[in-house]
């Protein structure tokens, strides 16, 4: 089933529990246009609300670029004046706001380019997974944009302050090899096998305990926050709810009786 987000260029696909976000606009390797920034924070809403989905997983159309970055074609109209870099930028406060409220497990299905807004954007996965030639960056220094704190502390906490400084400092772009080798990505696979290893990972997340991945996930979403804004007794509560839910007890009876168990997320 598809779901209507109001442009043709962020298609958003449920398949089960899988729910697959595509950001389509292969003619300009799949630049993030205003269009799929405003339909971004209500797509993400009502996959947060659905609770049949259990996994997001991101990808770009075509073969050559999960996303090239922002829609460099409208910076001129958008992002010259001080009121278009403001409501720029507030459209980016939304889009980082709906990832942030996002609570299912969320994959980016990589290939080709994944440079600027469109690297920022894959970070927001849980894990990354890339396909051979796939190419990383960030070319702000090369363009004479400001490269906001969200940004680089996203970076630096990934991948520490060195290579975010090399990552920054010099633009250049990052083989998968590379990107692998430094924490960039989860694992990089041959391309005709890219879509085949994602479908895997997402189908053994979902057959797991919904309850157990939503109090690991938030566990380690507070562990890269600041100490002082960590919230752990969200993360004990998540975790007491695991141990009184109808999944505990499912998990041990499919354990007893040798069967796969049949988690319901409750």
Same mark, same amino acid.
């Given at each position: ?8 260029? !962020? ?8 729910? #697959? ?22 797509? !993400?809403?009502?996959? #947060?609300?659905? &609770? ?16 090239? %970055? ?19 930028? #507030? ?13 299912? &497990? @969320? ?8 440079? %600027?807004?469109? =690297? ?12 051979? %030639?796939? #190419? ?6 090369? @363009? ?10 996203? =970076? ?53 305990? &919904? =309850? ?25 509560? =998540? ?21 796969? &168990? ?5």
């Amino acid at each position: 089933m598809r779901l209507d987000t109001g442009t043709g260029r !962020l298609l958003v696909d449920l398949d089960g529990g899988v729910a #697959q976000v595509t950001f389509n606009n292969p003619d300009k390797h799949n630049a993030l246009g205003a269009d799929m920034l405003a339909a971004l924070p209500p797509a !993400l809403a009502a996959l #947060q609300r659905d &609770p049949e989905v259990r996994v997001v997983v991101l990808t770009g159309a075509g073969d050559r670029a999960f996303v090239s %970055g922002a829609d460099i074609s409208e910076f001129e109209e958008r992002r010259t004046t001080p009121e278009g870099r403001s409501a720029y930028d #507030q459209a980016w406060t939304a889009v980082n706001r709906a990832w942030a409220d996002l609570d299912k &497990p @969320l994959l980016a299905m990589i290939r080709g380019y994944c440079i %600027g807004g469109g =690297l920022l954007t894959a970070l927001r996965a849980d894990i990354r997974v890339a396909a051979e %030639g796939s #190419q990383f960056g960030v070319p702000a220094a090369r @363009l004479g944009l400001g490269y906001g704190y969200p940004g680089v502390k996203t =970076l630096v906490d990934l991948v520490g302050p060195s290579w975010t400084a090399e990552i920054l400092f010099s633009a250049r772009r990052l083989s998968a090899d590379e990107a692998l080798r430094i924490g960039l990505v989860n694992r990089v696979v041959p391309a005709d096998r890219l879509e085949d290893e994602v479908r895997e990972l997402a189908r053994s997340i979902c057959a797991n305990a &919904p =309850l157990t991945v939503a109090a690991c996930r938030a566990a380690i979403r507070e562990a890269v926050r600041d100490p002082d804004h960590r919230d752990l007794a969200r993360v004990a509560d =998540l975790v007491e709810a695991c141990f009184r839910s109808e999944d505990y007890v499912e998990g041990q009876r499919a354990f007893r009786e040798k069967r796969a &168990p049949r988690f319901i997320g409750r």
